[in-house]
């Protein structure tokens, strides 16, 4: 397999002629234009994200007879990885991102100086258009790193703004329509899990996930009897609570919050904004499975038992805070308060830990090693749904990083949600 890094790219590849017109037009307010060079190269050497090619270019276009770089970050379907592709279009994922971009258009701020999510100028159902925001002064953390507590109530905050601003719309909508607006009877069939269910891949999470404690954990119930078969079935419980629920808040939730999916912008080593980003695993639920799964995808164990409170506290403030007048009586019928939210994060715990135990073998592995294991087209299929338990633990022996944020979950839902049905 080429290494994505080592490709080479061409413009016409990824943008059509109208597309490359449509995206200059937005970013120099002119009409007359003229395109000088171009550069296209992969976002990052290996996999910068699971679900699409990611690409950054670079346009010089001349207008008013001046010389203007325009920075863009590009992610498409892949397009040397027909399993791949497959799996990405029949499971709507770029669908979904599509309308939450079109969503974004009617629910952020345009002014805001502190923006929670990114502006795109392609969203079509094969491909995303956005600015580099590395050019910005935005970044991700290192795929290894846990987040410490400013970035951590940093992040918090965003995806309390971003609830809230989802809130808020759900809100106007009911308004203008005299009725309940429920986004999850609009959206219909888009929003249908293809993976967190009854499906091969958490069967083989399962699977990992019982081969894993068998070789690294030290604890005792590593030689449960039919381990893999509770966890399974443990998986599938917490998988099923991801749902519309009547009677209470639910809004849009991400539910993929990794550390690669959020970038921070400093003023010297201290982070001042986060953005969300990557809004292709959408679901319509209670918004604590959305800050649970945050919590367990970028924190250590130890992390959590010291902060947790404080996360809450501080997201629900953050939350209110942005709701209009409208919204608060909304949540005032609901019953929806601090008590209610904090029941809700409880009971989303579950699949906060059943989340990084599904993608964190992903997503904690270096970008070249996860290149070479999860994206040839001549293994992918069997890593996805039928067994990656060789790779992941041959990898994990050589990286005790790697391996102690894998056992680090594992062993904390057995804990939780194995032991306690024995």
């Keep these: ?50 679900l699409g090619d990611h690409l950054r270019a670079t346009l010089q276009v001349a207008v008013d007879g001046h010389l203007k770089d325009i920075h863009l970050f590009i992610k498409c379907i892949p397009m040397n990885n027909r399993p791949k592709a497959e799996f990405i279009d029949s499971n709507n994922y770029f669908k979904r991102e599509q309308y939450m971009f079109q969503l974004l258009e009617e629910i952020r701020d345009e002014k805001d100086p502190y923006p929670w999510c990114p502006r795109a100028y392609i969203y079509t159902d094969s491909i995303i258009v956005m600015p580099d925001l590395a050019v910005e002064g935005y970044t991700t953390r290192h795929y290894l790193e846990t987040l410490d507590l400013p970035h951590m109530m940093l992040g918090t905050a965003t995806l309390a703004r971003f609830h809230a601003a989802f809130t808020n719309y759900e809100t106007r909508q009911s308004i203008i329509n005299k009725r309940p607006y429920n986004s999850n009877d609009v959206l219909g069939n888009l929003l249908v899990e293809p993976a967190f269910c009854d499906s091969p891949f958490m069967k083989t999470c399962a699977k990992l996930t019982a081969d894993f ?53 400093y003023e010297g080593d201290v982070p001042t904004n986060a953005i969300i980003l990557d809004f292709q695993l959408l679901r319509y639920a209670p918004p604590a499975f959305d800050l649970m799964t945050f919590v367990y995808l970028t924190t250590s164990r130890s992390f959590r038992e010291k902060h947790e409170k404080q ?107 194995i032991l306690s049905q024995l």
């Design 1 to 50: 397999m080429v290494g994505q890094a080592s490709r080479q790219f061409s413009l016409e590849q990824i943008l059509s002629e109208k597309q490359v017109q449509h995206v200059v037009r937005q970013c120099v307010g002119a009409d007359t234009w003229r395109l000088q060079a171009c550069h296209v190269r992969a976002a990052t050497d290996g996999l910068a994200g699971f």
């Design 213 to 265: 404690l068998k070789v690294f954990s030290t604890k005792s119930y590593r030689n449960l009897p039919n381990l893999e078969e509770k966890i399974a079935k443990q998986f599938l419980v917490a998988c099923e609570g991801v749902r519309e629920w009547k009677g209470t808040l639910n809004v849009l939730i991400h539910k993929d919050l990794w550390v690669n999916n959020m970038m921070f912008k």
């Design 311 to 417: 996360i809450y506290d501080h997201y629900f403030s953050v939350f209110c805070d942005n709701l209009d007048d409208y919204s608060k009586q909304r949540m005032k019928d609901l019953g929806y308060d601090r008590d209610s939210f904090l029941w809700w994060c409880e009971r989303a715990r579950m699949f906060g830990v059943v989340e990084p135990a599904a993608i964190n073998p992903f997503i904690l592995m270096d970008p070249k090693t996860a290149q070479k294991t999860f994206d040839d087209p001549e293994t992918y299929h069997r890593v996805v749904n039928e067994d990656r338990s060789e790779p992941v633990l041959q990898y994990a022996t050589s990286c005790s990083a790697y391996r102690d944020r894998l056992l680090e979950v594992f062993e904390e839902f057995v804990e939780r949600y």
